[in-house]
Nanobody, 119 residues
Framework: QVRLVESGGGLVQAGGSLRLSCAVS????????MRWYRQVPEKQRELVATITSGDNRNYADSVKGRFTISRDNARNTVYLQMNSLKPEDTGVYYC?????????????WGQGTQVTVSS
């Protein structure tokens, strides 16, 4: 069983910063892409940032220059540093990991962490 535990969400004023973490544990043999998504009510889940096993990074246009995704392979953890936060960054942030388990490739999700940015 693979488990993803997110932390670091909270309430912050516009212009502030937060750092999200997502720790992966369980019977996962290798981790490929790691991603952060966010979702607000009545909207589709939005891809915010991706980091590959080769350390290639991609960002949604709305967060470029403000957010930084990184990973610690020794700890099986992915981070999202969020600076210059805006009210429109408010949402539930989900960690997603693609990796390999005993039965083959898998796609795994965390439970989500709430980020609220006040104006």
């Amino acid at each position: 069983q693979v488990r993803l535990v997110e932390s670091g969400g909270g309430l912050v004023q516009a212009g502030g910063s937060l750092r999200l973490s997502c720790a992966v544990s369980g019977n996962i043999f290798s981790i490929n892409a790691m991603r952060w998504y966010r979702q607000v009510p009545e909207k589709q889940r939005e891809l915010v940032a991706t980091i590959t096993s080769g350390d290639n990074r991609n960002y949604a246009d709305s967060v470029k220059g403000r957010f930084t995704i990184s990973r610690d392979n020794a700890r099986n953890t992915v981070y999202l540093q969020m600076n210059s936060l805006k009210p429109e960054d408010t949402g539930v942030y989900y960690c997603n990991v693609q990796g390999r388990v005993l039965v083959g490739p898998g796609d795994f999700w965390g439970q989500g962490t709430q980020v609220t940015v006040s104006s």
